[in-house]
């Protein structure tokens, strides 16, 4: 067996599926299945398309090509690089766009490979990431719908990625304002209205969500949770991943202050107590791996010191467990670490039984 690796229980990716699918359909929302979170593993994204998920998204396209073969909308949810238009049109059915000159190579690859390909325009709404600003959307949206091998699907937004910025009423009416705009300028109703991602789940049943009818949700699917404040969604798994790893040394040894710059192994600057000869465990797993900041240890006992490249140390002085070299220790991850893990190379994974 090979350590680091990550254990994947298919059934509690369902049950949260199945509890986010039946709040969206409550709420007449479609669900866009975000897929990055495991590097669109078929066995994964064959469990998304038993379940009544029928979109899926994920940032790279390389990603897209494994599933090429499952009767889903593929959707490139990152930005297109103009240098990949070809592929994008070839491997995914819709994209997010916010660069008219990238939407143009879009169109002209479209025409190549005797394609439609559909786009969303993306607005920005204060997130600081991808998105046309409001007052050009019109017009962007206007030449958008001239084009032969183009497919204007619709409009979208982000929220929390890059500013923080949490999804609420006055953002939902400004996007379903401007909704109703281009469809005045392009003479048409739109068919999709993505108003955010798993940060805008907390809202479906508490405010009125006009003309938004799609969410993009990975993070609430996988690990159980809404990312505007990070509250688990009620009745969905946290541990549908658990990552698993080898100790590799246990040694008592003494409290030092943090570093020769006064930081943790996560650059931050804590209070320093010494606390004395401590009961320190190694494990072969690090920042090459995962994200040691949003690791969890299964055991309360447990308390992560921090990581370099190839080592996480914990302190198991509390545990009431009997841990020795060349056994292992269980962690619950936070997307982050989900996110590095499952598409390192040195990181196996394996489906339960």
Do not use: W
Not at 216 to 223: A, S
């Amino acid at each position: 067996m090979s350590y680091p690796k990550i254990k994947i229980d298919l059934d509690k990716i369902k049950n949260n599926i199945n509890i986010i699918l039946k709040k969206a359909q409550e709420n007449n929302i479609d669900i866009m299945g975000v897929t990055k979170g495991f590097a669109c593993e078929s066995e994964i994204v064959k469990v998304f398309l038993e379940n009544g998920i029928k979109m899926v998204g994920d940032s790279r396209i390389i990603n897209l090509k494994k599933i090429q073969n499952l009767d889903l909308i593929k959707v490139l949810i990152r930005i297109p690089m103009i240098s990949t238009a070809l592929d994008v049109v070839k491997y995914s059915d819709i994209s997010l766009n916010s660069e008219i000159k990238t939407i143009e190579e879009l169109n002209k690859a479209g025409k190549k490979l005797n394609k439609i390909h559909g786009v969303i325009l993306m607005v920005e709404q204060g997130d600081l990431r991808e998105g046309f600003l409001p007052e050009e959307i019109l017009e962007v949206a206007y030449e958008v719908e001239k084009m032969e091998n183009i497919n204007l699907e619709g409009i979208g937004t982000n929220f929390t990625c890059v500013g923080g910025v949490i999804p609420d009423s006055n953002k939902i009416f400004q996007l379903s304002q401007l909704t109703e705009k281009v469809e005045e300028k392009i003479g048409r109703k739109l068919k999709i209205i993505s108003g955010g991602n798993s940060s805008s789940y907390h809202q479906l049943g508490e405010v009125d969500l006009k003309r938004i009818n799609n969410l993009r949700i990975g993070e609430g699917i996988l690990l159980g949770r809404e990312t505007a404040f990070g509250e688990n969604i009620l009745g969905t798994k946290d541990d549908g991943f658990i990552l698993e790893g080898e100790i590799i040394e246990i040694k008592e040894k003494e409290s030092v202050p943090y570093g020769r710059r006064g930081m943790d192994a996560f650059g931050k600057k804590p209070e320093f107590k010494d606390r004395g000869l401590r009961k320190r465990a190694i494990l072969a797993l690090g920042k090459q791996d995962f994200e040691c900041e949003s690791l969890y240890p299964i055991d309360k006992g447990v308390e992560i010191i921090g990581g370099s490249s190839d080592h996480l140390v914990v302190d198991i002085s509390d545990s009431k467990i009997n841990y020795e070299v060349g056994k292992t220790m269980e962690f619950k991850m936070g997307y982050g670490a989900l996110l590095r893990g499952m598409t390192s190379i040195y990181v196996d994974k394996e489906y339960k039984k």
